[in-house]
């Protein structure tokens, strides 16, 4: 007969049954999600982040064979950008230029519509069918895409490598929202408008209020003289689910009197896992991501249409660095305008819409080259915000893969050369300070190397190039 120790006849010893022998298994099990992430936590790493950036439209063309060479010039590790880029050199040593790209994109409707569907999926862009039918360009007609966004791919995902260890569906998150995606005048939902997809057709929407988007993500919080103070609701919370673990832990010395001295580990174990969320629920509504969480200053409606676009995306940017530091998500997205933008970049000196000077039979290159430089700006706004966040032994910027991208390599409706930029993850592997050559390589591996940044095990993105594989030499 098998021989059993008091441990394994009455508590097994998994988290489950502890609480359970304790007779807390009911009160307790909000709780388990977090005790069973803790092991992650005690280990001091800060999370892992994704963040999507888009801007419309590609690189300069004059026509179909002309279009503005942006390659940085040098080597791969001493090099410089080119004018489009220029403002990133400030921080070109946490940026990454995968050089050469050609868009994984395919499907109904012109290239803006299939370029901006397979941007993040590398998945076909379908036809029309039922309440789907949008005018993908010049009347040519288009549903929703056909895969999910890579961001939405990691998001679904689980596991300890990953970005969050508990399941989609836990009883308790790891954070407030699973992903957050946000927009700065994004456009009405077509498919030229759209670039985020948790599955087939089904596109996820961004909130394009920025007071809104504001008032959602730090609901926990209000500032109040510069403190930051939880709210009433969360508070309570807090003490409820402080007093579970305050009786949890004056239970586990008497827990000890019953199991045989090889178990006693298991008990440190769980101690440290209830002081882990002890110290979760401590920091809970005032941010436990990074040690530089903080609310930022309400935004102020900006309004709506070309003067106010600058001072949205600006809010929208802060909104972004403050929730990526504050763990509010670890998924994110911002899309910047849509495909067929209209902006009118007027504080520029500019009198004609973006998407309009690429079209009207006139050599625009200089033009939309200022515009190409002013979109670098912005994303150097956001990169030095999240670089300026201390966080573990480095930044948040170095805990969060940033990738920026458009919907079309050239304004020409060419897909090759798309000018991506990669920035961050350091400490998620990925290379830093180079210029990369994949002249002729489908932009599907980048969304590989992304999921594999992130901790997923594929090898594949999307339907048009399926098991293409990671990028060689974008990830150590």
Same mark, same amino acid.
């Given at each position: ?5 008091p441990?394994?006849?009455?508590f097994?010893?998994?988290r489950? @049954? ?18 069973n ?10 999370p ?7 801007s419309?439209?590609g ?21 410089q950008?080119?004018f ?17 790209l ?6 109904a409707?012109?290239?803006h ?12 862009? @379908?036809?029309?069918?039922?309440n ?8 040519h007609?288009?549903g ?8 939405q ?10 970005p ?28 030229? @408008?759209?670039m985020?997809?948790?599955g ?28 930051v103070?939880?709210d ?7 003490l409820?689910?402080g ?46 991501g ?39 998500t ?9 495909g ?13 819409q973006?998407h309009?000077?690429?079209h009207? @039979? ?10 190409d ?17 201390p $966080? ?5 910027l ?8 458009? $919907?079309?390599g ?13 920035a ?5 592997g ?11 390589q ?17 090898e ?17």
């Amino acid at each position: 007969m098998i021989q059993m120790t008091p441990s394994s006849r009455r508590f097994g010893l998994s988290r489950r @049954n502890l609480l359970r022998g304790l007779g807390l298994g009911a009160a307790a099990a909000p709780l388990l999600p977090l005790f069973n992430a803790s092991g992650q936590d005690l280990e001091g790493a800060p999370p892992k982040r994704l963040l999507l950036l888009y801007s419309p439209d590609g690189i300069a063309a004059l026509n179909w064979n002309t279009a503005v060479d942006w390659r940085p010039t040098g080597t791969d590790t001493d090099f410089q950008f080119h004018f489009v880029h220029e403002p990133l050199t400030p921080i070109k040593h946490k940026v990454t230029v995968p050089w050469g790209l050609t868009l994984t994109a395919a499907g109904a409707g012109e290239a803006h519509a299939h370029g901006m569907a397979g941007l993040w999926t590398g998945a076909t862009l @379908n036809g029309p069918s039922g309440n789907a039918t949008f005018d993908g360009g010049n009347g040519h007609l288009t549903g929703w895409g056909s895969g999910p966004s890579v961001d939405q791919i990691i998001a679904q995902a689980s596991g300890p490598a990953l970005p969050y260890a508990q399941a989609k569906d836990a009883a308790m998150q790891e954070t407030a929202y699973r992903t957050v995606e946000l927009g700065a005048q994004p456009g009405n939902p077509t498919s030229l @408008n759209r670039m985020i997809y948790s599955g087939p057709n089904s596109p996820v929407h961004p909130e394009s209020s920025a007071v809104a988007a504001f008032n959602r993500l730090f609901a926990g919080v209000v500032t109040s003289g510069g403190a930051v103070t939880p709210d009433a609701d969360l508070e309570r919370r807090k003490l409820e689910q402080g007093a579970i673990v305050d009786l949890l832990k004056n239970d586990l010395s008497r827990i000890r009197n019953k199991v045989g001295s090889e178990d006693y580990y298991k008990l440190d174990a769980h101690l440290e896992g209830l002081l882990a969320i002890e110290q979760r629920l401590a920091n809970q509504g005032t941010g436990v991501g990074s040690a530089s969480c903080s609310v930022p200053a309400g935004p102020v409606d900006a309004g709506f249409g070309d003067q106010a676009y600058p001072a949205d995306i600006h809010n929208m940017m802060d909104i972004t660095a403050h929730m990526l530091a504050c763990d509010v998500t670890r998924i994110a997205s911002l899309q910047m305008s849509y495909g067929f933008s209209y902006v009118r970049h007027s504080w520029l000196g500019h009198t004609s819409q973006h998407h309009t000077m690429s079209h009207d @039979n006139t050599d625009r290159r200089q033009e939309l080259q200022e515009i190409d430089n002013w979109y670098s700006q912005q994303v150097l706004y956001l990169l030095q915000k999240l670089d300026s966040f201390p $966080e573990g032994n480095g930044t948040v910027l170095d805990n969060t893969l940033v990738v920026w991208g458009r $919907e079309l390599g050239t304004t020409a409706h060419r897909f090759e050369r798309s000018p991506l930029i990669v920035a961050g993850g350091a400490n998620l592997g990925v290379v830093q300070g180079r210029n990369l050559n994949y002249d002729g390589q489908q932009h599907a591996k980048l969304l590989v190397s992304i999921g594999q940044a992130l901790g997923l095990e594929t090898e594949s993105v999307g339907d048009i190039a399926p098991n293409s594989g990671a990028l060689s030499g974008l990830l150590t």
